[in-house]
């Protein structure tokens, strides 16, 4: 059963609302963050809630709860969870108005939290990898929303996931205007060629994931090399290795990409950074309690 918090109240699943006024509801008027707990820990609550607060800034939206009380109120929602792991969605809107887009009618935003199960990827798909289409849905410009905005507006990455649904693939890639690769519909995305973990930059379009942070962090420490740069389709298609990150789905390993199969997958270096990634989820968890518990 999932776990409800809205405007610093627990409610019961069935007794969730909010206004049919709320402009989060009316117009995509609000930001948001996906955060995942293990062991009774938010994975890298800090960094998420840091671009809350950004994100939140870029659109002029005033946060209803300091950083620190929305670190209380998570803490308070994993631990009325069932299971020790799971996934949690932070929602801001801009609040309740009158119907018209302008946000000065708007007088207070609201936060709701849902805590819930992490059961987003098969796990065949994992053994055997995602296979992506390359959407014809376009990435919204930079110039018109920047990509470090985690907005509540989605509709152009849902478009590009419904036409994943009826190639069916596992997931869509979402080119920009001058036809580079930036995302994928909920995940940012990796290939490896010659030994060389490349992503797309934020500048062409990619969100500042946080699992994608983790990538760099790891390839650091394990001396690999690991760059943001300019990727078009032929890069995906001819790339040794392909993976995607999410804070939902961690890491996925890709198998195809338009029908072009991928020579690896997993390939040896998606391994490493998978196993690593788990011990540094583990090792962050572990030191949180005992943190907690000296």
Request: charged content about 25%; hydrophobic content about 40%; some cysteine.
């Amino acid at each position: 059963m999932s776990v409800c918090w809205i405007d610093g109240k627990f409610v019961a699943e069935s007794e969730a609302k909010i206004s049919i006024f709320d402009h989060g509801l009316l117009y995509g008027d609000g930001v948001f963050e996906g955060i995942r707990f293990y062991n009774n820990q938010a994975f890298r609550l800090h960094n998420h809630l840091d671009r809350l607060i950004d994100s939140a800034k870029a659109i002029a939206l005033t946060l209803p709860y300091t950083k620190d009380e929305f670190v209380t109120a998570v803490n308070q929602v994993i631990q009325k969870f069932d299971l020790d792991s799971g996934y949690i969605r932070l929602v801001i809107t801009r609040g309740k108005g009158s119907l018209g887009i302008n946000p000065a009618s708007c007088h207070k935003s609201s936060a709701f939290i849902i805590a819930d199960k992490s059961n987003f990827v098969d796990k065949r798909v994992l053994e055997r990898g995602a296979k992506l289409i390359i959407a014809s849905t376009r990435r919204l410009a930079a110039d018109g929303l920047d990509p470090r905005i985690k907005s509540l507006n989605y509709l152009n990455h849902i478009l590009a996931r419904m036409e994943a649904t009826q190639a069916q693939a596992g997931e869509a890639i979402l080119l920009n205007a001058q036809g580079n690769v930036t995302e994928g519909s909920t995940d940012n995305i990796f290939i490896v060629k010659n030994n060389k973990i490349i992503t797309p930059s934020i500048s062409d379009g990619a969100l500042d994931g946080i699992t994608r942070s983790v990538i760099f962090e790891i390839a650091n420490e394990q001396g690999l090399e690991c760059e943001a740069k300019t990727l078009s389709p032929y890069d995906l298609y001819t790339a040794d290795e392909c993976f995607l990150t999410g804070t939902a789905m961690e890491l996925l390993p890709v198998s195809e990409v338009d029908g072009r199969s991928l020579s690896s997958c997993p390939g040896e270096m998606y391994k490493l950074l998978q196993y690593n990634f788990k011990e540094k989820v583990l090792s962050e968890s572990n030191t949180i309690q005992y943190n907690r518990a000296g």
